[in-house]
């Protein structure tokens, strides 16, 4: 058994925690906090062991209820590897501590790709997690676009992309952000972090992005366009889409036009936290225009797709399973994840 700290226990953290308490390869050691939260009683409900960062406040933990088991350095030390899921910019502050403790450690799209000096994705590079002490799993917009382009560069070469992201303005308990009424251009400058992210996994591919955050808590909602190297059909691009275990369908059918309506699938699905770890695409939005231009609406669950990531660049990093499409496979076999469509 793989034995996997989690450093950070909130958005990203706790579904971490969670997809590793399925796998049959891996068993969580123990999950962080910074402060008493209804998150740290649902660490204590799951039977995960409750660590803290700072010991001084462990009086206030147990006079709410909550055993200490250590701290984070203790935790760390019960591990083989540590998923960093503390917010954006503190990850990095984590480094020397791992660095010291020589524990393997992966931090997610909040840290800059320096900070582990290799970017992952399970379909794109999971081989090359092999030996390394470190990595990042791409930020949730960049892995739905990694998936997507990596998907028509193996079918048909990609020559460029354009990708637009309309992004959510936060995430569904974070009260604190907005906006409430505005459409924020971010940033208004282009490209935005999103393209030169894809490149630190896909360094060949030619893209641009541009992004905007809008007042929706469920979901970005991205508009791509691709110019492809080989002539090809809807059909066949459909076809690739079908045969691939992380991007999903809406189909058409099912009338589904608006993120709001794809939560209410994903839950009446019965999804842990209506969580979609693949990329939803449109069926009726994939489009071939003379024969190279791919078009289409995707949306991206910003707290679910980096999730079944995470794990398969455990097993990478680990080096227990090298054939990608086995970890993929068990990684998606213990989370009930069978793409949407
Ligand atoms: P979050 O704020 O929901 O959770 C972070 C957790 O870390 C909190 O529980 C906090 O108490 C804890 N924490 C803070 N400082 C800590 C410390 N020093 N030691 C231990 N724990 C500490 O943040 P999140 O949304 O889960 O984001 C985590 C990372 O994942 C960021 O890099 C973010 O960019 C990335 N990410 C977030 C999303 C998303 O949509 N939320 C999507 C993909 C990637």
Redesign the pocket.
Known sequence: MIKVAI?????????VADAVAAQPDMEVVGV????V?A?AYIAKERGYPLY??DLAKKSAFEKAGLEVAGD?EAMLKAADIVV????????E??KPLYERLGKKAI?????GHEVAGFSFNAHANYNEAAGKQFAR?V???S?GLVRIIHALDQAFGVERVLAVMVR?GA?P??VKRGPIDAIVLNPVTIPSHHGPDVKTVLPHINIVTLAMIVPTTFMHMHSIQMELKKETTRDAVLKVFEGHNRIGLVRKATGIKSNAELREYTQDLGRPRTDLWENGVFEDSVSILDGKEFYCFQAIH??A??IPENIDCIRALMGTVKDPEESIRMTNEALGLVAIG
């Open positions: 450093n950070g226990y909130g958005t990203i953290g706790k579904r962080s906090k910074t402060s939260s998150e803290i960062a984070v960093d899921a503390t917010p954006g910019g503190v990850g502050k984590n931090w997610q799209g909040g840290e799993v930020s949730c917009n892995t959510r995430d308990s974070d910003q707290e797709d980096v």
